[in-house]
């Protein structure tokens, strides 16, 4: 089962040791494995998602179904090496995480297995989910642009590959090349584009940073509206949670508009939160059912009202800060073509000075 990581682009990022946690303590150090065993009070769910929000959706899915839920947290390469080593042994029923490229590294790592499920082919649009049904998403959220209203006119930066024009020299705000949600932005315009223009592409956005890739995307907006650069790429969940933060923070990203690019074209560039049942679920039946309350309407609504996100389900709103920005054209491509292109997308990133 072990792959080769090189090939995945995973020595970019540091693997490190997986630690087993319940509920959301870290402790270090693997367990002793042993053969897991059927429990059907139960469902063991490692997840890479780490937002309060989700210790709700567990509480009521428990409420709803009677089915305790044993959550697994840590980083997602944390998660995927451990479930690896454990094999045919893990307890592990279903495998949460974010980002179609690390989706990818879990199907390509045989950690999934294909479900038959009416409820998630009903309500998982067609390009949000694994042609075969190893995974699916629960929400997404779109890869935007932030502006400095009093300094670039929305109409000026209408797509991502505007932001490699050499008139933004000095002006761009954006994450290391290590952020696996920077990779899935490039596999999409490899994707769109072709693997050239996509070289070009990375090589004019570096050259247009205001400055060297630091911290998150919270970071890249609040550095924005402090008035570095002009220009910040971000996800949109994040500028929504800074907005409901509270009024004084609100004050100083008054001045801060949001851009969803390529409308004219291919759409915004959207990525997702998502998961699959694990390759040796001892619990498969109760998996199944913990996927599909992930996309019933109570679950979907707290993806949207407690973090922001777009939710999957048609009929469920976003929050009322996002529903603000209004709708807009996403890029319908299968979201597992993100994952095909990112080893690719790596090694672009490496030749243009990325860092």
Do not use: C
Not at 191 to 219: I, M, Q
Not at 256 to 266: D, E, K
């Amino acid at each position: 089962m072990q792959k080769d990581l090189t090939r995945r682009g995973l020595t970019r990022r540091r693997l490190i040791a997986a630690a087993p946690v319940l509920a959301t303590g870290l402790v270090t150090g693997f367990p002793r494995i042993r053969r897991a065993h059927a429990d059907a009070g139960v469902v063991n769910v490692y997840s890479a998602r780490h937002y309060p929000s989700d210790q709700t959706l567990f509480d009521m899915f428990t409420k709803e179904t009677g089915i305790a839920v044993n959550a697994i947290q840590g980083v997602a390469e944390e998660l995927m090496q451990r479930q690896q080593m454990e094999g045919d042994s893990s307890p592990a029923d279903v495998l949460i995480t974010v980002d179609a490229g690390n989706l990818w590294r879990a199907e390509q790592w045989n950690l999934l297995q294909p479900i038959q499920s009416a409820i998630l082919d009903k309500e998982v649009p067609a390009n949000l989910r694994h042609p075969e049904n190893l995974w699916f998403s629960f929400s997404t959220r779109a890869r935007v642009i932030l502006r400095d209203k009093s300094k670039v006119p929305a109409e000026d930066i209408p797509t991502y590959e505007e932001l490699a024009d050499p008139k933004w020299q000095g002006k761009v705000l954006i994450t290391t090349s290590n952020s696996i949600y920077n990779q899935s932005l490039l596999a999409s315009i490899i994707e769109a584009d072709g693997s050239e223009k996509a070289e070009r592409w990375a090589k004019g956005l570096v050259a247009n940073l205001a400055r060297k890739p630091e911290g998150a995307d919270t970071e890249q907006a609040l550095a924005l509206a402090a008035g570095v650069g002009a220009l910040a790429v971000s996800n949109s969940y994040y500028f929504g949670r800074l907005l409901g933060r509270d009024e004084d923070t609100r004050k100083k990203l008054d001045h801060i508009g949001l851009v969803f690019p390529n409308q004219n074209g291919r759409g915004a560039h959207i990525n997702v939160s998502g998961g699959g049942v694990a390759a040796y679920a001892p619990n498969k039946e109760n998996a199944v059912k913990f996927l599909e309350f992930l996309i019933s309407p109570e679950a979907q609504k707290v993806f949207a009202d407690a973090n922001y996100e777009f939710p999957i389900r048609a009929g469920v709103a976003p929050i009322d800060i996002v529903a603000a920005w209004g709708s807009f054209k996403s890029d319908p491509v299968n979201v597992s073509a993100l994952g095909k292109n990112n080893a690719e997308a790596v090694r672009i990133m490496d030749r243009a000075g990325w860092r």
